[in-house]
């Protein structure tokens, strides 16, 4: 019981080893929206930084000629355009910086989520490598045990080692059963024709799938699914 529950369970983690390929596509999938999602904020950033020199640099200019219109230097219309240059100015600074401290903030949380997110795949990075070298090694467990069981039955025939890892990967304990029966009866009869032809043996699995087996003379090269 206990190693027809393994033969099982040997698809199983295959299964899980599948679903975990995929989330860490979707996580690697998502690093990357995030990446050009910081990337685009970077940029806005940069650009509202620019601005904010830009109006800082034309204000201290400004100051620095302030002397000549507060003694009286400047003729009263020289000194209105002045006025008038400095709060425009000043208005711009005030904007550009309530603006790049806006920036700077959305930079900070997509760089924040970004982090989350590397995070995240790399937690899922190392999940899938956990499972994938469990069911590596149950499948190959698996497999040395069918080949045991399948070359003492059915010793007219001899096999691929890779139709053992395939037969435990893909099917079932009780699909493995129906192909059995298959592979009984091919194995009973004067020629591999009595089951199949053109070298394929389709074998029924109980279920909406089939297993297809490849052989040559009396090798079995492959088996897979259809």
Same mark, same amino acid.
């Given at each position: 019981?206990?190693?027809?529950?393994? *033969?099982?369970? !040997?698809?199983?983690?295959? #299964?899980?080893?599948?679903?975990?390929?995929?989330?860490?596509?979707?996580?690697?999938?998502?690093?990357? %929206?995030? #990446?050009d999602r910081m990337t685009e904020a970077q940029k806005k950033y940069d650009a509202a930084m620019d601005r904010l020199n830009i109006a800082q640099n034309d204000f201290a200019k400004?100051?620095?000629?302030?002397?000549d219109?507060?003694?009286?230097?400047? #003729?009263?219309?020289?000194?209105?355009?002045?006025? %008038?240059? %400095?709060?425009? @100015?000043?208005?711009?600074?005030?904007r550009s910086l309530d603006d790049s401290d806006r920036k700077k903030?959305?930079?900070?949380? #997509?760089?924040?989520e970004l982090k989350l997110a590397c995070e995240k795949a790399e937690e899922r990075k190392i999940y899938l490598e956990s499972v994938q070298k469990t069911a590596d090694e149950e499948t190959k467990k698996r497999a040395k045990e069918l080949k045991i069981k399948w070359? /003492?039955?059915?010793?007219?025939? !001899?096999?691929?080692?890779?139709?053992?890892? !395939? /037969?435990? !990967?893909?099917?079932s304990r009780e699909e493995?059963?129906?192909i059995e029966e298959t592979l009984k009866e091919a194995h009973d009869s004067a020629s591999m024709l009595a089951v199949g032809d053109n070298? %394929?043996?389709? /074998?029924?699995?109980?279920?909406?799938? @089939?297993?297809? *087996? @490849?052989?040559?003379?009396?090798?079995? *090269?492959?088996?897979?699914?259809?």
């Open positions: 019981m206990g190693s027809e529950m393994c *033969i099982r369970d !040997s698809r199983v983690m295959c #299964t899980q080893v599948e679903k975990a390929r995929k989330e860490l596509e979707k996580c690697e999938k998502d690093v990357s %929206v995030k #990446t400004l100051e620095d000629v302030k002397d219109y507060i003694n009286n230097r400047k #003729t009263e219309d020289e000194s209105k355009r002045y006025y %008038v240059q %400095v709060n425009d @100015t000043k208005r711009e600074m005030d903030k959305r930079l900070q949380e #997509t760089e924040k070359t /003492a039955f059915f010793f007219k025939y !001899s096999f691929d080692d890779e139709v053992f890892e !395939s /037969a435990v !990967s893909i099917f493995l059963r129906y070298n %394929v043996i389709r /074998a029924y699995t109980g279920g909406k799938y @089939t297993a297809v *087996i @490849t052989y040559e003379d009396r090798h079995i *090269i492959s088996i897979q699914s259809m």
